[in-house]
């Protein structure tokens, strides 16, 4: 496994523990990435891995003014999880 696809995937997993329809916020969703992958992500790399799994369909995100950004994950984010 790259570890470009250990960051996707270590998200993936994240977002799946969370709650139905709950969406995880950019800083809680990077403090966990950052503490499960080793060495730590730069900012580039999951800048890059949060906008494939997106641009994929495998993760929503939802940009707001004043709480920034929140993710969840799709059913084809969570049929990929199954098959990883």
Known sequence: MTRQQLINRT???D??????DYM??????RATVCMIV???PTTQELDSALRDLDS????????????????????????VLANM
């Open 24 to 29: 995880q916020s950019d800083a809680a969703l």
């Open 56 to 79: 994929r369909r495998l993760i929503t995100t939802v940009h707001n003014q004043d709480t920034g950004a929140k993710y969840s994950l799709t059913d084809a984010g969570r049929a």
């Open 11 to 13: 998200i993936l997993d």
């Open 38 to 40: 080793v060495p730590r």
């Open 15 to 20: 977002l799946d523990h969370l709650p139905q």
